[in-house]
């Protein structure tokens, strides 16, 4: 594998695209993930439209990813809200040195990603739980806290 670029390129049409489905209630896409490809360049590693299992298919332990899914926080009232989490994923088996070359991509990240509601960052995809989501996502609710949430 190529070392990872210092600048990342996040202009890619089909990127851009998958990210404003994501964010766009009148669309079933709700979860996009990027990785890096063997010349170090981002690339869309999937979309999807069924959660946040089939986002985890995806998922390799060798392998960097970064991505969004998007949930729905239900309550009593009837009332959908959407909540963004932004997922950097490190696999266990990545190498020390290329994890920490890609942290320096983090802020861009969070740049193209923006407006998502919880950060979480995993090495395992146990840690990617629909618990562990619903937990994080409680924390920072508020008074207004839902009853539900929808994964897909």
């Given at each position: ?64 990813y970064v991505g969004v899914i998007r949930v729905r926080a239900v ?78």
């Open positions: 594998m190529a070392a990872l670029k210092r600048i990342i390129d996040l202009s890619n049409k089909d990127t851009q695209q998958a990210w404003e489905d994501v964010r766009n209630d009148a669309t079933d896409t709700n979860w996009i993930l990027l990785t890096y490809d063997d010349n170090g360049e981002v690339i869309l590693c999937g979309k999807g439209s069924s959660g946040l299992n089939e986002m985890k298919k995806k998922l390799r332990d060798n392998q960097i309550d009593d009232f009837g009332s959908q809200r959407a909540k963004f989490v932004y997922i950097n994923y490190v696999g266990v088996n990545v190498p020390t040195l290329r994890a920490a070359r890609a942290s320096m991509h983090k802020r861009d990240f969070e740049r193209f990603f923006h407006g998502y509601h919880i950060q979480i960052h995993a090495d395992s995809q146990e840690e990617l739980s629909e618990d562990n989501i619903i937990a994080l996502l409680q924390a920072c609710a508020g008074a207004h806290k839902p009853q539900a949430y929808k994964f897909s």
